[in-house]
């Protein structure tokens, strides 16, 4: 299936989609990146995934951005678009034309820390438990419907590095898990429930 990549860092969730790629009928067209130095963007063409960079602040708005993004994927036609740390508010308007078709992963069990430094803030919350959330991209930020989470304790001499460290590999896992059940029709969104095999989850 023709899958576009959105990111805007290191890539390790992008990376990990590469290495599945086969297994899962995963066929990353093109990874878009809106920073230029995004470490995801040399992974992508060790592979020789063809990458963009648009940069939102050479944008006039949050519209126009989303306007050339929505552009750039389309020349892809692709089937899927994973948001694999990408770091941006997206308008209602793009949401809304790839409803049902655009996965984002959350570092945090959703609805829980949403937004901004999920770690710092479980760690402040002094929650015992931790993770990671996948779920379908919807105007609400980080509140479209949730597909699949991965938990991990949060250990008492956790910092927000080794808690995120921790997080990472299971996301990594997770990720490819979800994105599969996508690639095979089993998973889809239907009347904003996202469900699995037919059954809301
Ligand atoms: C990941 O932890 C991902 O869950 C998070 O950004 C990180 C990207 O890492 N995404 C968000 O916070 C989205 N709101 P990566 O670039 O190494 O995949």
Excluded: C
């Amino acid at each position: 299936m023709k899958a576009v990549a959105l990111i805007s860092g290191s890539g390790s969730n992008l990376q990990s989609l590469i290495d599945h790629a086969e297994k899962i009928d995963l066929d990353i067209q093109a990874v878009i990146s809106n920073k230029e130095d995004a470490y995801g963007i040399k992974r992508a063409q060790k592979v020789n995934i063809p990458t963009h960079v648009l940069i939102h602040t050479q944008f006039p708005s949050r519209e126009k951005f989303d306007q050339q993004l929505s552009q750039t994927i389309d020349q892809h036609s692709p089937d899927i678009i994973i948001l694999a740390g990408f770091m941006r508010i997206l308008t209602e308007e793009f949401t809304q034309k790839y409803a049902g078709k655009m996965l984002n992963i959350h570092p945090s069990l959703l609805p829980k820390f949403q937004g901004l430094n999920t770690h710092q803030r479980a760690l402040d919350a002094k929650e015992s438990e931790h993770g990671v959330s996948v779920h379908f991209v919807t105007a609400k930020l980080d509140g479209g419907p949730v597909i699949a989470q991965a938990r991990v304790p949060i250990l008492a001499d956790d910092t927000v590095e080794s808690l995120a460290q921790r997080v990472l590999i299971e996301e990594h896992k997770l990720f490819p898990k979800v994105v599969h059940w996508f690639t095979q029709g089993r998973l889809k969104l239907i009347d904003n429930h996202a469900t699995l095999d037919g059954q809301i989850i």
